[in-house]
């Protein structure tokens, strides 16, 4: 696997080192030692699907607070996504700002978001499969979002969502004091 790191530190683009013989191709898809060789100590607890019928559906911003705080690797396994990790670590030098990434089935790559980053997603074709890697068991209940459309963060989607959730409509938006400290309503 290639990782590649982007602009928010922890989050990576990871890209498949494809075996190409007459039948197609064979590659590693996740290995903790790989993970860790790239400065990533990531264990994979439990792994969901989602299935994504309309393109242009939009799921997120999601993230869950410490001592929950989840570490996720995302794939498309059908279609593709456009990926967004939003920094929401007060301390870090690109708080607040965000990464994007298309990924798609086709190519089989991935991006890791970790502890302390806001996730979502919009797809880019219709019956978009999305698989998320997690580093922590699901616990009802401590799930937590930021709108994906907050002027405070400004992400720049390639569309309008044509779907996308009550609840994920419904978070706060961030109330971002002058000082660009902690925002209150995180
Ligand atoms: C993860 C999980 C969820 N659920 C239930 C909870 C909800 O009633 C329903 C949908 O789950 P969630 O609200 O997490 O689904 P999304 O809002 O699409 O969020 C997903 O997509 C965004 C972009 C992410 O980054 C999240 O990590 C990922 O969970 O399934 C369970 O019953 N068990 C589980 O393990």
Redesign the pocket.
Known sequence: MRFTPTKIAGVFHIELEPHRDERGFFARAYCTEEFAQAGIDFVST?I?L?RNTAQHTL????YQDAPYA?A?V?RSVRGAIYDVAVDLRPDSATYLQWTAQRLSAERGDAMF?PEGCA???LTLEAETD?L?Q?GR??V?GQ?RGLRYDDPAIAIAWPASPAVI?A??LAWPLLQVARSSQKPSSL
Request: no cysteine; glycine share 12%.
């Open positions: 439990q969901n989602s799921r997120g911003m999601h989840e996720k995302i978001i996730h979502g997603f999305v998320y997690m068991p699901y009802p799930a959730g609840q994920d």
